[in-house]
């Protein structure tokens, strides 16, 4: 969730929940949508087939902007959709539309008190008179705001995390709106693969929305991490909780891109690095249930007081967007990871032909793609592999002690590159959603670990979580 004391939004005095206004709203848009359409086409009849090429980008991402500025007067889950597909649409949807689309996050204007107090006194009815609330959010995000609380009996700081007014209730007539809306803007394919994503879509914001469910994840980590002093997970308040209001103590961290952070000693941050990929690695090896929000905002950075004896700890806040994948899929990823770890290319071949046998996506691949996938995975897992397996790995990469430098890899940039050369190939399809939760997963630690600036060796990384022979 954004800060919004980092916007100087006024706080929004109404949200249309109603099915009529959000589709009276959706009904401007496209009618506006299609006479810009129209008036486009009018002025380009007589252009040259470079001049109207150069118009209809410019256009598109005009268009694009428009669809963004509409969706976020709507908020609620018209734009957690948008941002979803901001997420893992670039596969099939046009680059001027996942731009704009990005820019969703940071529409987070906040609600005003009146609104949230009322939601806050219909799920907690008389008990809201046993909490001193602070009517300024701390975080806002396109389906609740947080705020600040202390319990008067006890004194125990928590936090509301509370969902705006019938939102929930709104979530298939919101994808509903969002596909038409999409149809009308004319730039959108209208595929098999976009129809698979809307359901995805809709399993995902309806698990979002039951706060129950997520208060439940919650107590599940916390659980997994409570032996283990580099992590810290809000408790869940039961009692005050239900499917529209979460409580949880309230826990206190600086942002990964705080100050305090980048001054840190190196080995700090090495250290708060290798938790943060250890959560992703137990992840894929031991759990099989994924947090598939890269986020900053989900993070925070407890700094220890006294480091000499005690750890930096990584405070983790948001569990609505957990997954669950089968065996299958898993097993796929821990093939694909440790075929890069030792930087084997037969193994890497070996894993992407298994993959062939569960998903049509690898079975129809032709053998040169493979071999591109192949070239793909191994420089993907680059910071998992042994020094000692891997010589294409940069010299600048690795410090003095194999350590690897994640700031200074490149790597999405090398990735993306490389990628591009199977994504122009006539046999390359869409990925499966699936391994696309898995990839963003990736992305998301990388660019964490490279904000952060760690250094981590393969070795630690990987070791705990195999019976593989390292010499």
């Known amino acids: 969730m954004a800060n919004p004391q980092n916007y100087d939004n006024q706080p929004l005095e109404q949200l249309k929940t109603s099915a ?124 609740s705001q947080v705020h600040r609380a202390v319990h008067k009996a006890t004194g125990e700081q928590v936090v509301f995390k509370v969902q705006y007014p019938n939102i929930a209730d709104a979530v298939d007539s919101d994808l509903d709106l969002f596909r038409q809306l999409l149809k009308v803007t004319n730039v959108v394919p209208q595929t098999r693969q976009l129809d698979d994503w809307f359901e995805e879509i809709r399993d995902l914001l309806h698990h979002e929305v039951n706060y129950l469910l997520e ?49 840190l000693p190196q080995e700090r941050r090495n250290a708060i690095g290798q938790a943060s990929i250890e959560i992703m690695l137990r992840e894929i090896f031991e759990w099989g249930d994924m947090q598939t929000d890269p986020n900053f905002g989900n993070y925070l950075i407890r700094l220890a007081q006294k480091p000499d004896t005690q750890l930096d700890q990584l405070v983790l806040l948001d569990f609505g967007a957990i997954r669950q994948f089968d065996d299958n899929l898993l097993l796929i990823a821990r093939n694909l990871l440790l075929a890069g770890v030792f930087h084997d290319r037969s193994k890497m071949r070996q894993a992407i032909d298994q993959a062939g046998k569960h998903f049509e996506f690898f079975a129809n691949l032709s053998d040169s793609v493979k071999n591109d996938m192949v070239e793909l995975c191994l420089l993907a897992s680059e910071p998992f592999s042994l020094p000692s397996r891997n010589p294409t790995i940069p010299p600048n990469v690795l410090d003095v002690h194999g350590n690897y430098i994640w700031a200074e890899s490149d790597l999405h940039n090398r990735v993306i590159k490389l990628a591009s050369k199977s994504a122009t190939s006539k046999s390359f399809s869409v990925p499966p959603k699936e391994l696309m939760f898995i990839s963003r997963k990736f992305i998301g630690a990388y660019t964490f670990m490279t904000v952060l600036d760690a250094r981590t060796k393969a070795h630690d990384l990987i070791a705990k979580f195999t019976s593989e022979d390292w010499t």
Request: glycine share 6%.
């Open 215 to 263: 208060a439940d994840t919650t107590e599940l980590f916390f659980q997994r991490f409570a032996g283990d002093s580099r992590y810290v997970v809000p408790r869940i308040l039961k009692a005050y909780s239900t499917d529209r209001l979460l409580c949880m103590t309230y826990e206190d961290g600086v942002s990964i891109l705080d100050e305090q952070v980048f001054a």
């Open 20 to 143: 009529l206004d959000r589709r009276l709203s959706i009904a401007k848009a496209s009618l506006n949508i299609g006479r810009r359409w129209a008036t486009n086409s009018a002025f380009g009849l007589f252009k040259s087939k470079e001049e109207k090429a150069i118009q209809k980008q410019a256009f598109m991402r005009e268009q694009a902007q428009y669809l963004v500025d509409e969706l976020g007067k709507l908020k609620g889950s018209v734009v957690k959709i948008g941002q979803m597909l901001a997420l893992y649409g670039e596969h099939f949807l046009p680059p001027e539309i996942t731009e704009a689309l990005q820019t969703l996050n940071s529409q987070t204007t906040a609600f005003s008190w009146p609104i949230i107090k009322s939601a806050l006194q219909t799920e907690l009815g008389d008990t809201i008179h046993e909490f001193d609330i602070d009517h300024t959010p701390i975080g806002t995000a396109s389906l």
